[in-house]
């Protein structure tokens, strides 16, 4: 049976897209086989990422044919992948990974890759992080293994050299090296190669099979233009224009890359805004910072820009207006502007307190007002109303929390309206430990009181969501898209999404009219598909 979605095409593509930026490479010198090491980025809500959705495998491991360099199996990774070393008879490859954790300890695994059936061992009984592997023989392994915490001597500079041996590394098991097995001499950390090498690799490895490779992740806001061209915004670059033959008409460079997009009311041009991290790059030190940019739609030329001074977040209004408002709170710097839909500055002031509720097609902004700190206070939505000499004026419409008064955080997550009477946003509750199983929520609200009209319970986090009026789509961190009833919140359907066999999550989406979805993934991707409401 044809399913009610349907990938139509997918534009950005390019080899070793499911691994993200690459961190190690490795050859495997008899098959040819490659497996790399890389980091796809965390999942965060809003793009700015106040409320973080945790638990989520941000690194990955490849294993990629020699001859096409077509993905043959792709695994997770809690931690980075530090090495690779392919055993010299077996179809096997040791990757050592792990990290300090800021905090205390050192964390990692071993991982025996089986590189035929794909298969996973996690050899070590307790969780140490592994800088280095290397293989002596068949049967001896060579590990460099970080000390279990930093009040261990020289723990940041040194690390503990031991050796392996097993007579058969295939039949290995999970967790069945123990700890005395790791004791060992202490010898100078290995420094890693860090990411420009591997990058390298693979652009001339592509380039050699005809299929450029570049590094692209986290399609953080797509949009679709009138003209059948698909707007995108991304980590590595700032804004991109694709044609409506799917070839890239233009692309502003950057290597952060743009994290929200309004078109204009006049649809010839768009905002967009970065939150600039820093940096070494070759002139230097990059500090970081911030822009908020107009960009024409004809050719990516910068029409104008301004510096807010802190990081910002998007929301917008049916009528055009731009809501650019302070990510978080900015004391005596955060200010929130309002930009009419011609663009010029309508409004500036300062709401404290209060966090932008992206809801799309929005009748008016939206905010969600936080408690004084300290107090007992509910958080509520709120509307903006007006503003006169730089004072806005604000409604409370409803609490947040649909479900009465809870000892946990409730985060609002994206948003979109139905018709003039009814909102449709997602919700995760939270307590002190972090996002609660099972509490993750589609709901649909009315706007005059809140009162839920239907919640739907989700077993992941949303990542986007959007609706054409009829159906609501809602994006999960497992990677599927399901397809909700906007009348009744009964779920249509339901697709765990894929590309070329390989699964793919999806980061942000929009629905530009019945019929058609836009889905920017995590690996940089954007899915143009076709939809249907059949159930």
């Known amino acids: 049976m044809t399913h009610p979605l349907r990938i139509r095409r997918v534009l950005g593509d390019r080899p070793f897209a499911e691994i993200g930026d690459p961190a190690v490479v490795a050859v495997d010198p008899r098959r040819g086989d490659l497996v790399v090491g890389g980091d796809i980025g965390s999942i965060r809500w809003p793009p700015l990422g106040t409320a973080a959705i945790d638990g989520w495998p941000r690194y990955r491991i490849g294993v990629f044919d020699a001859g096409d360099l077509r993905c043959r199996h792709l695994h997770h990774s809690y931690w980075p992948v530090n090495a690779v070393a392919f055993h010299p008879s077996l179809p096997l490859a040791a990757v050592g990974t792990g990290r300090y954790d800021g905090s205390w300890d050192f964390e990692g695994e071993l991982l025996l890759v089986d590189l035929e059936s794909g298969a996973v061992t996690s050899a070590l009984a307790e969780r140490r992080e592994v800088p280095a592997v290397e293989w002596l023989d068949g049967r001896r392994l060579k590990l460099m293994v970080s000390p279990e915490d930093r009040d261990s001597d020289r723990a940041f500079t040194h690390a503990h050299e031991t050796v392996i041996e097993r007579e058969d590394w295939s039949a290995v ?17 290995v420094p890693p190669p860090g990411a420009e090498p591997a990058r390298d690799f693979l652009r001339d490895r592509a380039a050699a099979a005809a299929t450029p490779w570049d590094l692209r992740r986290q399609v953080r806001a797509v949009e679709a233009l009138d003209d059948g061209r698909v707007l995108a915004a991304l980590e590595g670059a700032r804004l991109e224009c694709h044609l409506p033959s799917g070839e890239l008409q233009w692309a502003v460079a950057d290597l952060d890359g743009g994290r929200q997009i309004h078109v204009c009311a006049d649809r010839r041009s768009a905002w967009v805004h970065v939150r600039h991290t820093g940096r070494v790059t070759a ?6 910072g911030n822009v908020v940019q107009r960009i024409a739609l004809d050719s990516g030329r910068s029409l104008e820009e301004f510096d807010p001074g802190h990081a910002v977040t998007f929301t917008a209004d049916r009528g055009g207006r731009l809501v650019v408002r302070e990510a978080w709170p900015a004391p005596g710097q955060g200010q929130t502007v309002i930009l009419a839909p011609d663009n010029t500055e309508a409004a500036r002031f300062t709401l404290p307190n209060h966090d ?6 929005g009748s008016r902004p939206l905010f969600v007002q936080r408690p004084e700190p300290g107090t007992s206070e509910r958080q509520w939505v709120v509307a903006l109303e007006q503003v006169t000499d730089g004072t806005p004026s604000v409604r409370r419409l409803f609490p947040l929390d649909w479900d009465g008064d809870r000892t946990m955080h409730v985060f609002a997550g994206p948003g979109t309206q139905v018709g003039d009477d009814s909102l449709v ?3 995760t509750l939270h307590d002190h430990r972090g996002l609660l199983p099972h509490n993750a929520f589609v709901l649909r609200r009315r706007l005059a009181d809140g009162a839920p009209q239907w919640v739907h319970g989700c077993d992941e986090p949303v990542t986007a969501l959007d609706g054409d009026g009829r159906t609501v789509y809602a994006a999960h961190r497992s990677g599927s898209i399901v397809a909700i009833d906007a009348g009744n919140g009964r779920p249509r359907w339901e697709r765990v999404l894929h590309v070329s066999g390989r ?10 009219h019945a019929g058609r979805l836009l889905v920017g993934t995590v690996d940089g991707r954007i899915l143009d598909c076709e939809t249907s409401t059949g159930r």
């Open 283 to 288: 002139s230097g030190w990059r500090r970081a």
């Open 503 to 512: 699964p793919v999550v999806p980061l942000s989406l929009t629905a530009p």
């Open 173 to 189: 098991g999970d967790r069945t090296i123990g700890l005395r097995e790791l004791a060992g001499p202490r010898v100078r950390r």
């Open 356 to 361: 932008v509720f992206a809801v799309r097609r």
């Open 425 to 427: 946003h997602a919700a």
